[in-house]
């Protein structure tokens, strides 16, 4: 599995950004894909997962409504499109990869595999 995310960037607060997450996977190894973001002196949290079994979406509360998760499964990309960026939104995004079940769809132990990340940065 190999993961390489990309399309972050400077906005300002309303704007839109789409990140790209180019993932190669193997349905052996990989049930999920997701994103989780960094802020400075946070830890790392779920943003929005998709199952690749039936196309499910999870969402943090605190992007639901806002950030679309989907992939295109011919190009091997999983995106992420953020509408109505909020400063709050500021963080460092990374995509992963894994097989969690249903109950650790949020979990980031529970996925194995995990890209290098995006800085998105959303000014007031």
């Known amino acids: 599995v190999q993961l390489q995310a990309s399309g972050g960037g400077l906005v300002q607060a309303g704007a839109s950004l789409r990140l790209s997450c180019a993932a190669s996977?193997?349905?052996?190894?990989?049930?999920?894909l997701a994103w989780f973001r960094q802020a400075p002196g946070k830890e790392r949290e779920f943003v929005a997962a998709?199952?690749?079994?039936?196309?499910?979406?999870y969402y943090a509360d605190s992007v639901k409504g806002r950030f679309t998760v989907s992939r295109d499964r011919a190009l091997n990309t999983l995106y992420l499109q953020m509408n109505s960026l909020q400063p709050e939104d500021t963080a460092v995004y990374y995509c992963?990869?894994?097989?969690?079940?249903?109950?650790?769809?949020?979990?980031?132990?529970?996925?194995?595999?995990w890209g290098q990340g995006t800085q998105v940065t959303v000014s007031s």
């Open positions: 992963a990869a894994g097989r969690p079940i249903l109950s650790q769809i949020r979990a980031q132990n529970a996925y194995g595999y």
């Open positions: 998709l199952r690749l079994d039936g196309g499910y979406q």
């Open positions: 996977v193997h349905t052996s190894s990989t049930r999920a």
